[in-house]
Each structure stands twice: as structure tokens, then as C-alpha cells.
């Protein structure tokens, strides 16, 4: 089994950047396609950002492009999602997902990861 743990969030002022964290243990594919997502409170979850094997495709959504970076380090098995220029309605739960690959795709879709994290909060004040 795969778990992983998301770390990094917290509550920040709007203009702040903040990292986030998706730790892999357990079962370790050689090759995962990992991405990022959130959910507001009262909104249904949505797509962030995504990465590929071996992290030179990424993905991001309209609303972070320019100010979120996704990367990878696999000798940590960390996925990171650095957060720049913060917003308000950047404020949710935000969550990784990843999944065992075999070719170099970045996925936006969130049925194609089997494996979830349990979320960790940022909280985005004005």
C-alpha cells in the first residue's frame, strides 16, 4: 500500500508563499505520476497542479499558473507544491494524489490517481 502525507500547510497572510509537501512510504513505484489538488469549503474538490515521471511535464490550473510550482525529488520521495502570491481564494484543503506509471504522462484528473493523502489546510487571510 502507498501512504502519503501532505505537510506544510497553515494559516498565512495574502501575498505569502508557502511550500507544501507530499511525502511517499510504503509500496514505492519506480515510475508515479503525482499531482496536486484542493477543496474549498462548500466547492468540490479540483485540480491544482501535476507532474509527470521523470518531472519535465507539468501541469497547472488557470487560477495558479505564474504563481505555483510543482517539482519533484526522488531520491526523498517528495512531491512539492511551492506557493507563491498567495490569495484568499486560495484558502482549502489541499491534497496529493499519485499513481504508478508507464508512460510520461501528467494527469489533471483526479480518477486516474488510486492512492490520496489526507489533506492539509491552508488557510489564506486578507
Known amino acids: 500500500q502507498v501512504l502519503l502525507v501532505e505537510s506544510g500547510g497553515k494559516l498565512v497572510q495574502a501575498g505569502s508563499s508557502l511550500t507544501l509537501s507530499c511525502a511517499a512510504s510504503g509500496r514505492i513505484f519506480s515510475r508515479t505520476a503525482t499531482g496536486w489538488f484542493r477543496q474549498a469549503p462548500g466547492k468540490e474538490r479540483e485540480f491544482v497542479s501535476a507532474i509527470n515521471w521523470p518531472g519535465d511535464r507539468t501541469d497547472y490550473a488557470e487560477s495558479v499558473k505564474g504563481r505555483f510550482t510543482i517539482y519533484r525529488d526522488d531520491a526523498k520521495n517528495t512531491v512539492y507544491l511551492q506557493m507563491t502570491s498567495l490569495k484568499p481564494e486560495d484558502t482549502a484543503i489541499y491534497y496529493c494524489?499519485?499513481?504508478?506509471?508507464?508512460?510520461?504522462?501528467?494527469?489533471?484528473?483526479?480518477?486516474?490517481?488510486?492512492?490520496w493523502g489526507q489533506g492539509t489546510q491552508v488557510t489564506v487571510s486578507s
Open positions: 494524489a499519485t499513481t504508478p506509471t508507464y508512460d510520461a504522462g501528467v494527469y489533471s484528473t483526479q480518477n486516474l490517481y488510486p492512492y
